[in-house]
């Protein structure tokens, strides 16, 4: 039996994400633009959608496969774990949590655009990191941690390349959405299973 028809949506979410990914990269590459997280466009316009939407457009196919391969190893642990409601509160809460904290940093950014699934993927592999901090992740499929560490590195480094970021010294890519989506996803699993703080102080020998 696939995993998957035990967990329905984690299937359903890659599926929805793959195929407007393609279908927006392939056919439509103005639904890139109609669809991402625009800060200026939300306060303007009240495109309030973008705040969801900018998640199911990507950059790239390697932007896309990224995302989809991290949703694929997490995601079915999690609905299998806290449910296919709770899975799906975390997910689109961290996407929200992520489009929040990107919009109160870059409010008043006229030309501040992102896109990708990326605050959701946080949001899920912190989650998943409350149920197993030690278990073994394998960092761009070479390098294993264990899932403690990857959070802390994670989180760090987001904080360090933000700021290289503001002086225009490090790439475009949105870590402030990975550090929003990345605290939501914690939250939201405290919040909806508070039995994981203590599975997880348990597992690190508190």
């Known amino acids: 039996m696939s995993i998957f028809t035990e967990a329905p949506f984690s299937l359903f979410l890659l599926l929805v994400n793959g195929l407007i990914g393609l279908y927006s990269l392939n056919m439509d590459p103005s639904l890139v633009g109609r669809m991402a997280f ?13 705040l969801i939407t ?29 449910g296919s409601v709770s899975f799906l509160l975390i997910y689109f809460g961290s996407s929200l ?11 008043s950014n006229e030309n501040y655009s992102a896109v990708g ?33 990857f959070a802390l590195a994670f989180v760090g480094f987001s904080i360090y ?27 939201l699993t405290i919040l909806i299973e508070p039995r994981s703080i203590q599975i997880f102080l348990g597992q690190i020998g508190l």
């Not at 625009?38 to 973008?50: F, K, Q």
């Not at 390697?62 to 774990?81: D, R």
Request: hydrophobic share 50%; proline share 4%; net charge positive.
């Open 38 to 50: 625009t800060p200026s466009r939300i306060r303007d316009h009240r495109e309030y959608y973008r």
């Open 97 to 107: 949590t992520a489009s929040a904290f990107s919009y109160f940093i870059h409010r």
């Open 117 to 149: 699934a990326s605050g959701s993927i946080s949001g899920l592999v912190f989650a998943f990191c409350l149920f197993n901090p030690f278990r073994q992740l394998i960092l761009f499929f070479v390098v294993p941690m264990p899932a403690w560490f």
């Open 54 to 82: 900018g998640g199911f457009v990507h950059a790239g196919l390697g932007h896309l496969a990224f995302n989809m391969i991290t949703l694929y190893y997490f995601g079915p642990f999690l609905e299998l774990t806290l």
């Open 161 to 187: 390349a933000m700021k290289k970021k503001f002086k225009g010294e490090l790439g475009r890519i949105a870590h402030e959405a990975h550090l929003g989506g990345a605290i939501g996803g914690v939250l």
